[in-house]
Nanobody
Framework: VQLQASGGGSVQAGGSLRLSCAAS????????VGWFRQAPGNKREFVGA????????YYADSLKGRFTISRDNARNMVYLQMGSLKPDDTAVYYC????????????????WGQGTQVTVSS
């Protein structure tokens, strides 16, 4: 499975942004997809994940209610909708795929996209 994250950019605090993760590979629907983020000087942080079918999602407690993950297996796409953005959300965002569910540990993910930069200004 190959992944490519896109949709990052600059937004003001309080704004919204939707990130996309495009996947290639016929077995994509067999993988759960997680989103992670990493700010400069910080460790990679779990954002949330979605199960193979899209029927289950799991979010970091601090992000619940602001971020929503969805997927469209027919298009091999996963989305991260981010709302009420804060400067602390500034980071490079990555999508990753793994067969385990739920999986919060970035080291356990098998496949990674290249990351997309999100910058939130105050």
């Amino acid at each position: 499975v190959q992944l490519q994250a896109s949709g990052g950019g600059s937004v003001q605090a309080g704004g919204s942004l939707r990130l996309s993760c495009a996947a290639s590979g016929r077995t994509f629907s067999s993988y759960a997809v997680g989103w992670f983020r990493q700010a400069p000087g910080n460790k990679r942080e779990f954002v949330g994940a979605i199960s193979w079918s899209g029927g289950s999602t799991y979010y970091a407690d601090s992000l619940k209610g602001r971020f929503t993950i969805s997927r469209d297996n027919a298009r091999n796409m996963v989305y991260l909708q981010m709302g009420s953005l804060k400067p602390d959300d500034t980071a490079v965002y990555y999508c990753a795929a793994d067969r385990s569910w739920p999986e919060l540990r970035f080291a356990e993910y098998d496949y990674w996209g290249q990351g997309t930069q999100v910058t939130v200004s105050s």
